[in-house]
């Protein structure tokens, strides 16, 4: 069974950094996926952050320049890597596999698995 496991949440003060990873198990050929993490506010939709895949990464604005979406294909692990972080991006982060050919969009609609997700909260 394939399984997607986010790990590196917490909470951190405005201005912080935090390393999200996304373990993948279960006989996935994870090296023929694209990846991408997403999050969620209470209250509002999932949005797509990031996307890796195929040599390539997007960002949504508002986290470009901020933070840094990677692949270890050895170890069959994302990484969100998140530095100045601000109050307004907490939220629940979920790491998924989303369509290579649609990665450019960063819609949930595109993402065929899904982690539990965990929680990233950023006080002022």
């Known amino acids: 069974q394939v399984q997607l496991v986010e790990s590196g949440g917490g909470s951190v003060q405005a201005g912080g950094s935090l390393t999200l990873s996304c373990e993948i198990s279960g006989g996935l050929a994870y090296i023929n996926y694209c990846m991408a993490w997403f999050r969620q506010a209470p209250g509002k939709e999932r949005e797509g952050v990031a996307a890796?895949?195929?040599?390539?990464?997007y960002y949504v604005d508002s986290v470009k320049g901020r933070f840094t979406i990677s692949r270890d294909d050895d170890k069959n692990t994302a990484y969100l890597r998140m530095n100045s972080l601000k109050v307004e991006d907490t939220a629940m982060y979920y790491c998924?596999?989303?369509?290579?050919?649609?990665?450019?969009?960063?819609?949930?609609?595109?993402?065929?698995?899904w982690g539990q997700g965990t929680q990233v909260t950023v006080s002022s």
């Open positions: 890796v895949g195929g040599g390539t990464s």
């Open positions: 998924g596999t989303i369509s290579c050919l649609r990665i450019s969009g960063l819609q949930a609609d595109d993402v065929s698995r």
